[in-house]
């Protein structure tokens, strides 16, 4: 599906059509394209690779129920807010060395639209 969408956006892009919105993602569609395949945001889910992110904004890390690695419980200390997000999923292994989470997001636009997005998961 993303495989096919990322095909027609190249067609698109090749042809200089690429409408604008195809062109800019909103939060949800980038939580969609790179966050939902590990994590559910959906309250009261079980978590699916990742931990569920249903209200992760404002909680503290490593404080639902999964099985998270040791460097996460670590950090356990670090609230998420927009900041720690943000250097979270910059490069998530800087962030918390160890972490089992490598997927990372180096558009800083993009995760801005993301973190926005993530602030409206209850
Ligand atoms: C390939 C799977 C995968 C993808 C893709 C992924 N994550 Fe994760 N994520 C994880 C795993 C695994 C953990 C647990 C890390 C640990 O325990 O070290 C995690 C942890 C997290 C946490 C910490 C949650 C907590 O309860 O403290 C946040 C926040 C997070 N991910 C957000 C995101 C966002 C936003 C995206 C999309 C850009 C994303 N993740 C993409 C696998 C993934």
Redesign the pocket.
């Known amino acids: 599906m993303i495989a096919l969408r990322r095909l027609i956006l190249c067609a698109a892009l090749g042809l200089g059509l690429a409408p604008a919105a195809a062109a800019q993602p909103t939060g949800a569609d ?2 969609k394209q ?6 559910t945001s959906k309250a009261g889910a079980k978590p ?6 249903a209200g ?1 904004y404002g ?6 129920t ?8 670590k ?1 356990a200390a ?1 609230k ?1 807010d927009k900041a720690s ?1 943000d250097a ?2 910059t490069y ?1 292994g800087k962030f ?1 060395p ?8 180096p558009d800083k636009t993009m ?1 801005e639209k ?2 926005a997005y ?1 602030v409206t998961l209850k």
Request: net charge positive; glycine share 6%.
């Open positions: 980038i939580y790179r966050c939902a395949m590990c994590h699916g690779i990742g931990p569920n992110l992760v909680r503290t890390a490593a404080s639902t999964y099985n998270y690695s040791a460097a996460m419980k950090k670090v998420w997000l979270f999923l998530p918390i160890g972490t089992k989470m490598v997927a990372q997001l995760r993301l973190i993530l």
